[in-house]
Structures are given as structure tokens and as C-alpha cells.
């Protein structure tokens, strides 16, 4: 015996329609996955530009340091410096597979010489001081990153074991201290550059 089928009433109706023209709500995945758990870190929610600039790129550092973005056809060679580097050539080394330790110029001269002594035997590591720098120290790999108030904070370490030549590193296997740039007025400002293309 067939069954019978009730009508629908307009609430069922109403509810059938509001289904089907809703339109579904889809949430765009991370670009940048942590691959860790450091306490206080921070991951780029926007996918970073990597295109090569000859010009300064707005970055305000007094505001912030930048996790990756638009830099320099050159690269500042990874070591230890007492003098400014542009944002521009810093990008690029951490393009590179780099670890960039921003720090603010005022910090004791014995948390100073702590942080450029781990470049001593670490080819992948930029250390530079950035004059009223948001943080006492900032840490970048591409596109994360973590701050500190001292040269002693054990995360330094962590971060730059998993993020130096990590997964994040959009180019893999270049070279960061070879071939890059080490005048210090040059890398002062991309518009100090004589010219050319680099990597």
C-alpha cells in the first residue's frame, strides 16, 4: 500500500529555502602553518609577498618587524653587526633560511655581545640592532616570530633550532652568509646600493 505524503506546512517550507539559498561559510586555511608550540608566537595570517624591490619598502620598524614581505634583490650576510641593516636585505636573508634577532641598541652591552656571539658558529643567524625597536629583542624566521625582554630567554634557542633552515624557508639551500652584502652603507638603505640583481 503506497504511503501517503503530508503536505508541507509553510514553516517546513520556509526552513527548505532558507537551506538552500544560504550560501555556505568556508574558512580559508592558515598560509603559514606554527610548526611549533613556542609560548608567544607569532605566525603570519596573510600570505608574504617575496617579490624584489630596489627601493625602501615602508617598513616602520619603530612599529614593527616584518615576518617576511618585499625586499632587496641582495641579501645582508648573516653575522653580527653593531650598525644598521635595512629591513629590505634582513627579508631576504630570512628568504634564506635565516634567523633574524632584531635588537634595541639600548639593551646592556653584556645582553649585546651575547646575542652576536651566537653567530660566532652560526652561518644561518642575523643579529642587528634596530634603534627604538618595538621589543627588546625580536626573533623572526618567515612568517613567525616571538619577542623577548632578555638575551637569556631559553625560546631564543628553541625558536632558532626549529625555524633556522626550517620548513617555512621559502628558498631552501642558498647560501645566507656567502654572496650576501657587508658594507655597512650599503646596508643602510636599498637606495645605497651601486645596482645590479641579485638571487
Known sequence: ????????????????????????????AAPYPAYSNIPGLKVAQVTLARTHILTPGGYDLTKAIPMGGAHNPHWAACQGYTTYVAPEYAIHSMEHGAVWIA???????????????????????????????????????????????????PRIAQFIKIYQLGPQTPELGVPCRQGGVTDPKILQSPKNFPGGMGM
Do not use: E, R
Request: zero cysteines; hydrophobic letters at 50%; glycine letters at 0%.
Open 103 to 153: 635588537y634595541d641598541p639600548k639593551l646592556s652591552s653584556k645582553a649585546i655581545n651575547s646575542l652576536l656571539a651566537l653567530t660566532i658558529k652560526n652561518t644561518v643567524l642575523l643579529v642587528t640592532p634596530v634603534p627604538h625597536a618595538p621589543n627588546p629583542i625580536t626573533v623572526t624566521a618567515w612568517a613567525h616570530q616571538i619577542t623577548a625582554t632578555s638575551a637569556n630567554d
Open 1 to 28: 500500500m503506497a504511503k501517503k505524503f503530508k503536505p508541507l506546512t509553510l514553516t517546513s517550507l520556509a526552513l527548505v529555502l532558507t537551506a538552500l539559498l544560504t550560501p555556505s561559510i568556508s574558512f580559508a
